[in-house]
C-alpha cells in the first residue's frame, strides 16, 4: 500500500535522448494505474524510474510521502514482473516463488506460509510441485506474479506481463488481474501499448506520447473529453475518424464540412472555446456515434457514401468509405438491421452532440470538459 508522487521527472539517456520530459503525476494508495502509449514514448523508463533501476535524470520522486530518488532499488518495497519473466526451469514452483525469500535467508517455515497463501489466491495450489515445464502459459505467468507477491510490496509495477500470451488467455488473464488488484489492495502501474488493456483494466491512464504525458485520467473521461487530437485519436477502437472542416459563426455557431452547414446544438456550444467567426478545425468522430440517415434526427449531420469495404461481424457492421475532407478511410459502425454491399451508395450520419472539435493548428480539444 502505498501512494506515489512524481514531480516533473525527467530521463535523459546518453546522446542526449530525453525518454521522460518533466513528468507529473499523482497516484492514490491502492489504485490501479496504467501507463499506455505508441512504443518508445517512456512508459518503461517510467516504470524503471519508480522501480529504481534507472536513475532519475532530473524531478522528485515519493513513495508514501518520502524523497526515494537516490533509495536503492531492494529497499523501495517494490515488486516488479517484466515481460519475460524467466522462471528456473529446474526448480519447482514452490521453490521458484519463494526464491527471493530464501536468498534473503527468512526461515523456511515463513517462506512456506508466503508461498501458501499466494498460492491460494492465484490457484496455483495444486502445481506447487510441477516444474514451469509442465504449466500453461497462463500458469506460468501465475507463477511470476506469485513471485513478486510473496515479497509483500507496497507498490506492484507490471511492464507489459500479457504480451507474450495469446490473444483468448490475455482477455482471461487481464480480468484475473484486475480481481487480483483488487484482493491485494496495493497499488498497481502497469505497462501496456495497448489501449484496450488499459481502458479495461486502469481505474486512471496515464497516456504518454514522445516522453511527455497527454493526459492522466479515468477511461471514461478519456473516451468523452480527450485533451487534444493524438489521445482522441489513440483511445477507442476502432479510432475515432478525423475530418477536415470549418466552424463559421453566422448566428450561432456552425460546422461546415463538404457544401453542408449546420447549427451546432447548444450542448456543443455552450461548451465551446471559440471567439471568432471562422476557424479551420479537425472534427472528430466515433465509428459508433455513425447511423443510416434518418430525416427525423434534426441533430443528425448526413454523409452520402460509396463504400469501399463492408465487415459483418454479427452484432454491428462495420462500413468503411473515403471523403474528400478525411485523409484516412472513414469507418462507420452501424447496426446490422441493414444489409449494405461493396460499393453501395447509402447515406449514413453523425451525430452533432458526439462530436469532438479540435484547433486545427494546436490540435488541442476547443471543447471544456462535459459532464460525465
Ligand atoms: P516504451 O516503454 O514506451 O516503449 P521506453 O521507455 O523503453 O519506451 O523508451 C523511451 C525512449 O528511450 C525510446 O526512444 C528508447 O529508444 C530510449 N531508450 C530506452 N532505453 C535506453 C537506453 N538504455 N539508452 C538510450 N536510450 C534508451
Do not use: W
Not at 507463477?143 to 506481463?161: I, Q, Y
Not at 451525430?351 to 462535459?370: A, G, K, Q, S, V
Amino acid at each position: 500500500m502505498a501512494n506515489l508522487v512524481l514531480k516533473d521527472v525527467s530521463k535523459i539517456y546518453d546522446g542526449d535522448v530525453k525518454a521522460v520530459n518533466n513528468m507529473n503525476l499523482d497516484i492514490k494508495d491502492k489504485e490501479f494505474i496504467v501507463f499506455v502509449g505508441p512504443s518508445g514514448c517512456g512508459k518503461s523508463t517510467t516504470l524503471r524510474m519508480i522501480a529504481g533501476l534507472e536513475s532519475i535524470s532530473g524531478g522528485e520522486l515519493f513513495i508514501d510521502d518520502k524523497l526515494v530518488n537516490t533509495l536503492p532499488s531492494k529497499n523501495r518495497d517494490i515488486s516488479m514482473v517484466f515481460q519475460n519473466y524467466a522462471l528456473y526451469p529446474h526448480m519447482t514452483v514452490r521453490d521458484n516463488m519463494g526464491f527471493a525469500l530464501k536468498m534473503k535467508k527468512e526461515p523456511k517455515a515463513q517462506i512456506k506460509q508466503k508461498v501458501d497463501a499466494a498460492a491460494e489466491i492465484l490457484e496455483l495450489g495444486k502445481y506447487l510441485d510441477r516444474k514451469p515445464g509442465a504449466l500453461s502459459g497462463g500458469q506460468r505467468q501465475r507463477v511470476a506474479l506469485g513471485r513478486a507477491m510473496v515479497r509483500n510490496p507496497k507498490v506492484f509495477l507490471l511492464d507489459e506481463p500479457l504480451s507474450n500470451l495469446d490473444a483468448k488467455l490475455r482477455v482471461t488473464m487481464r480480468t484475473e488481474l484486475v480481481k487480483l488488484h483488487r484482493k491485494l489492495e496495493t497499488t498497481f502501474i502497469y505497462v501496456t501499448h495497448d489501449q484496450t488493456e488499459a481502458m479495461t483494466m486502469g481505474d486512471r491512464i496515464a497516456v504518454m506520447r514522445d516522453g511527455v504525458l497527454e493526459q492522466f485520467d479515468t477511461p471514461r473521461n478519456l473516451y468523452k473529453n480527450p485533451n487534444n487530437l493524438f489521445v482522441g485519436q489513440f483511445i477507442g477502437s476502432p479510432q475515432m475518424n478525423i475530418f477536415r472542416a470549418k466552424l463559421i459563426r453566422e448566428g450561432g455557431v456552425h460546422l461546415y464540412m463538404g457544401d453542408r452547414k449546420m447549427l451546432l446544438p447548444s450542448s456543443v456550444s455552450d461548451r465551446l472555446d471559440f471567439k471568432g467567426s471562422e476557424k479551420d478545425i479537425y472534427l472528430g468522430v466515433r465509428p459508433e456515434h455513425f447511423n443510416f440517415y434518418d430525416v427525423n434526427n434534426q441533430q443528425d449531420f448526413p454523409l452520402e457514401i460509396k463504400t469501399s469495404n463492408v465487415e459483418q461481424v454479427g452484432s454491428d457492421t462495420y462500413v468503411y468509405f473515403n471523403s474528400v475532407n478525411a485523409e484516412k478511410d472513414i469507418v462507420a459502425r452501424l447496426s446490422p438491421t441493414e444489409e449494405v454491399f461493396v460499393d453501395d451508395v447509402i447515406e449514413v450520419s453523425f451525430n452533432l452532440e458526439n462530436i469532438y472539435l479540435f484547433d486545427f493548428d494546436t490540435e488541442e480539444t476547443m471543447l471544456r470538459e462535459e459532464g460525465l
